[in-house]
């Protein structure tokens, strides 16, 4: 079975899937995929030096994301083009990770998919788990985490699917708002429950 990962920013959604992968549960994380599938050399590298040009090059020939970063942010149509370039290469490499998981036998697998909702991957998973904490919550450890004021986090916050929208689209949820073994009690619950 598998499961797909998801949360908001400063849900936990990292300390949830750590918890899964020291109960040896594979995780498949789609932001180091992300990173993967544009190493120097892949396809995906040469289809985004091709188009972009070799300015967004770091000395090393690798992709300077920062520059890139840039380009993306501002211009919509430029975005859309480096998604249609890397999003079904991390889809393809994620599900032949998935495949190679399932051949040695594992029971469960994890997709750790920041913006599942967002970008409708649900037909990549079995089940969707969301790791949640109310919005009040979220904006305190976000200020906390990244020295952000008020309003920066609430800016990173708007620009996802609000955690109280996408809990709608969960199997289970994960309440991360309490202790850290409160948590942890109900990973392992979750566990149970699905093998």
Do not use: C, W
């Not at 029971?107 to 790791?131: A, G, K, R, S, T």
Request: no cysteine.
């Amino acid at each position: 079975m598998i499961i797909g990962l998801t949360g908001g920013i400063a849900t936990g959604k990292s300390t949830v899937s750590a918890m899964l992968k020291k109960e040896g549960i594979p995780i498949i994380d789609a932001d180091i995929v992300a990173r993967e599938v544009v190493e120097l050399g892949s396809n995906a590298y040469h289809q985004i030096v091709d188009h972009f040009g070799l300015s967004i090059l770091k000395q090393d020939g690798t992709i300077n994301r920062e520059k890139l970063g840039n380009i993306v942010f501002e211009k919509k149509h430029e975005r859309n083009i480096l998604n249609n370039i890397v999003h079904p290469a991390v889809r393809e490499e994620m599900s032949r990770q998935a495949h190679f998981y399932k051949n040695e036998g594992h029971q469960l697998i994890v997709m750790d998919i920041p913006l599942l909702v967002e970008n409708d991957l649900f037909h990549m998973v079995d089940e969707v788990v969301l790791v949640y904490v109310p919005e009040s919550i979220q904006l305190k450890r976000l200020r906390a985490r990244n020295d952000y004021t008020e309003q920066e986090a609430k800016q990173r916050m708007d620009s996802q699917l609000s955690i109280e929208k996408k809990k709608q689209y969960a199997s289970y949820i994960i309440d991360n708002s309490g202790t850290v073994i409160e948590t942890k009690q109900q990973v392992v619950e979750l566990i149970n429950k699905l093998k």
